[in-house]
């Protein structure tokens, strides 16, 4: 055993002592107290708040000038429609009756011709 405790007396010697840095304390303890602390909140940039506004108000705008864009021009004046209404409706007074009445004029004329075929049939018999 003898040689077992010089060995361990020699291992023991021959290795160096880890000297710590004068620092390092500090550095720990400063760690430690700003763990202990609550992280300030972060400052969000103001491109976050303008940004959601700012695309909405380019869609708008985008949007009201399609609809403005996609309107036709009038081709005509007021005067001009309201002329174009006139002929029309006096057309169509004059066109809606004769297409009205066109079937009652075939059924009055087949009454007529009905009732002169009885008339025709009532002399044939007569003596």
Not at 95 to 109: F, M, S
């Amino acid at each position: 055993m003898n040689m077992d405790a010089n060995l361990d007396y020699a291992l023991k010697r021959s290795v160096p002592k880890a000297e710590i840095p004068p620092a390092l304390h500090g550095s720990i303890m400063h760690a430690l107290r700003a763990a202990g602390q609550p992280l300030p909140p972060a400052r969000k940039s103001p491109l976050i708040y303008w940004l959601p506004a700012s695309v909405l108000a380019l869609v708008l705008g985008g949007l009201w000038t399609w609809h403005v864009a996609s309107k036709p021009a009038p081709a005509q004046t007021a005067f001009e429609s309201a002329g174009t209404a006139l002929a029309t409706s006096e057309a169509m007074a004059r066109a809606v009756p004769d297409t009205a009445l066109a079937p009652l004029n075939d059924e009055w004329q087949r009454v007529n011709q009905d009732l002169h075929n009885t008339a025709d049939f009532l002399l044939a018999t007569l003596p």
